[in-house]
């Protein structure tokens, strides 16, 4: 079945080190995103990438970094410059029919 | 710059009565538009999409949106709500000019009393 799949779902972090989040997808989607859910914010884009070799920075893409050295894959490092981490992070792949979305990884800096 | 708006942060209805989530969007160009569904803990679930065919398009649960281009909107309407409908609802807009890259809205918390 085709799908988008990320992990871990939940990830502990020590101040000051960095993570890194996987996203995989095999929908053969070009466009790959990353969203930063915090309550009552709603979701704020991070990075994005329509191509492969190829990633913008959203609206927050301080202190994130990713890469998209294959189509299917898409992950997002959190860097210790990012001053509060601790969120849920989605990962979302679509094209302009429809979304899919990964159940996401919460994220807490311990 | 495309952007999206959910007029109401939150909206609490009574179980039976009439549900209605609003969503504008900006853009001379004409969208694709969605409502995704967030229950508790959970992750996104596709609720109904417009993508330039019937303006007036149903979806799962009840629910349905009709595209009025003359305002701009895309607003999520039930006639009775339930209990499991309450959710955080998202109005996402996309644009082939804009490489179609995802627009949310901020997102309605939906609360529904006995």
């Known amino acids: 079945d085709g799908g988008i799949t990320q992990s871990p779902k939940y990830l502990f972090r020590k101040e000051g080190q960095n993570v890194t989040l996987s996203c995989e997808q095999n929908?053969?989607?070009?466009?790959m995103y990353w969203y930063r859910q915090d309550p009552g914010q709603g979701l704020r884009l991070i990075y994005y990438?329509?191509?492969?070799?190829?990633?913008q920075k959203g609206d927050i893409a301080e202190g994130y970094s990713v890469s998209r050295e294959k189509k299917e894959s898409f992950p997002l490092t959190v860097t210790s410059a990012q001053k509060n981490p601790t969120a849920f992070y989605l990962c979302v792949s679509g094209d302009y029919t429809e979304a899919f979305f990964g159940q996401g990884t919460r994220l807490t800096v311990v | 710059a495309q952007s999206v708006t959910q007029l109401d942060s939150h909206v609490s209805v009574s179980e039976g009565t009439p549900v209605l989530l609003r969503c504008n969007y900006s853009?001379?160009?004409?969208?694709?538009l969605f409502w995704y569904v967030q229950h508790p803990n959970k992750g996104l679930q596709l609720l109904l999409k417009y993508t330039s065919a019937a303006t007036l398009v149903k979806g799962i649960n009840g629910f349905e949106a009709e595209f009025k281009k003359s305002e701009t909107s895309f607003h999520l309407t039930k006639p009775s709500a339930h209990m499991s409908d309450a959710a955080e609802y998202f109005c996402?807009?996309?644009?082939?000019?804009?490489?179609?890259?995802?627009?949310f809205g901020a997102g309605t918390t939906v609360t529904v009393r006995a």
């Open positions: 996402v807009v996309t644009l082939v000019v804009n490489d179609y890259k995802l627009s």
């Open positions: 990438s329509q191509i492969v070799n190829d990633f």
């Open positions: 929908l053969n989607h070009d466009a």
């Open positions: 853009s001379s160009y004409s969208p694709s």
